[in-house]
């Protein structure tokens, strides 16, 4: 393994930079691409503090092959980045062109779970004060591609994890779908609430305690957000560290909500890599990597935990975290909601900015209709503050029936009170940041 250094020197910096003048590109890309492929690097990236090792393949032949899609390979506890380390998933790389990024859920032993919480306690003190979702999605992702000569949209990125990294590739996909195109998880801990480990409890609290931070990071839960994205399951029958019963759990609500994906119980395998798994996954990525990228026409997603989200283009705002907010069945033509907080929602650039439309609420559990009215959205956005409950919203050139009826059960069947006719508050993105969520914004 060959072991970089983040401090260059001043001379170096002014040299790099004429380079990377010279190729078009950001000045740390250019020094990249002088290295040669077939080896491993060594780097530390930190954000806001939070510094931890990431470990880059660069695949052979670098960089004759770029842009390269990447792979981000999250491992288990205790298991360390070494455990990526091997041939047969080097070749899989160098065969696919495919560059790859080891990452770790944890430091010095403490884990994080690949979770979106800070904070976490642990005999001593507290351990990661900025959340491995923040580090990975506002520190890792902008490192690498400002760094590699790399695919910077989703088409070209992957999570691939093993174990406590299998929880991490699914929750991490869940949580944000809109910048992945496929997520594997390896022997993955896939329902939170099937699992007790040491680890576990340090991350998301004694089991029971506090069932709402277990489900608001929970593979499980967040199925419905997956829509889209290739993915694989694959589970040693024979792993006596995770009950095959994840998988077999994540196989069935996929299937429920009618996501294609792969699912493979292997016989006799334990809790392990197995070169035929990386080979059959790399494979696919291949292709997946060759296939020109599109998201769904329609889409779900639900959250806890968080006070903001931005997903496909939606920004949802809210004040209260501890509540889940859903969105089921989103297209430019309307979409349902169900939320526990009022909610601030700025749509995709859908509309046309000179448009008047028609915007309709209606109650999701009784149908009633509760405001109607003529609405024009700047810059091609509308801007909608919604109260608690269960709506469903329909826009278009003139009133109709909202189509699809409800999607999400509701014991409510008031009528729906009267849209505010305040607009949400504009925001105003902070500069340099890369990351399209609460932390970039000012109110």
Not at 162 to 181: C, E, I, V, Y
Not at 344 to 358: D, F, G, V
């Amino acid at each position: 393994m060959r072991t970089q250094s983040l401090l260059i020197p001043v001379a170096l910096l002014g040299m790099i930079a004429g380079i990377g003048g010279i190729l078009g590109m950001p000045p740390a890309a250019a020094k990249a691409q002088e290295l040669p492929g077939g080896q491993w690097e060594s780097w530390t990236v930190s954000w806001r503090g939070e510094a931890h090792e990431v470990r880059v393949y660069r695949p052979a032949g670098f960089p004759t092959h770029r842009p390269y899609p990447v792979v981000y390979l999250l491992s288990g506890w205790a298991m360390g980045l070494g455990m990526w380390e091997r041939p047969d998933l080097q070749q899989a790389a160098d065969a696919t062109h495919i560059l790859l990024v080891a990452l770790q859920g944890e430091d010095d032993g403490v884990p994080s779970y690949y979770s979106i919480y800070s904070g976490l306690p642990w005999p001593g003190g507290s351990a990661w004060q900025v959340s491995f979702y923040d580090w990975f999605f506002q520190g890792v992702l902008p490192w690498v591609e400002s760094r590699y000569p790399v695919r910077r949209d989703p088409g070209g990125r992957a999570l691939v994890g093993f174990s406590m990294g299998g929880k991490g590739a699914f929750s991490l996909a869940a949580h944000r779908p809109d910048q992945f195109a496929a997520a594997v998880s390896i022997g993955g801990v896939l329902d939170l609430t099937l699992h007790d480990s040491e680890a576990l409890r340090a991350v998301y609290g004694p089991k029971g305690a506090d069932p709402l931070r277990y489900a608001a990071d929970n593979p499980l839960e967040l199925a419905p957000n997956l829509k889209g994205l290739a993915l694989f399951i694959f589970h040693g029958a024979a792993d006596p560290e995770v009950n095959p019963a994840h998988g077999r759990r994540m196989h069935e609500t996929l299937q429920a909500l009618g996501y294609p994906h792969r699912w493979e119980e292997i016989p006799g395998l334990g809790h392990e890599v197995s070169s035929a798994e990386i080979a059959q996954i790399f494979e696919a990525l291949r292709g997946i990597f060759q296939t020109p990228y599109r998201p769904p026409d329609r889409w779900s997603y639900r959250f806890a935990m968080a006070r903001t989200r931005t997903v496909y283009g939606m920004r949802v705002m809210k004040t209260d975290p501890a509540t889940w907010t859903e969105l089921w069945d989103v297209t430019p033509a309307g979409w349902e909601v169900r939320s526990g907080d009022p909610i601030n929602l700025i749509t995709p650039p859908w509309y046309s900015s000179r448009a008047q439309l028609w915007v309709q609420l209606w109650n999701g559990g009784s149908g009633i209709l509760g405001s109607e009215r003529r609405m024009t959205a700047p810059g091609g956005r509308l801007r909608l503050t919604l109260p608690a409950g269960h709506w469903r919203i329909t826009v278009g050139a003139s009133p109709r029936a909202p189509s699809g009826g409800g999607l999400i059960p509701s014991d409510s069947s008031l009528p729906a009170p009267p849209m505010t006719p305040d607009p949400v508050h504009p925001l105003r993105r902070k500069p340099l940041c890369l990351e399209d969520d609460l932390i970039c914004y000012r109110f």
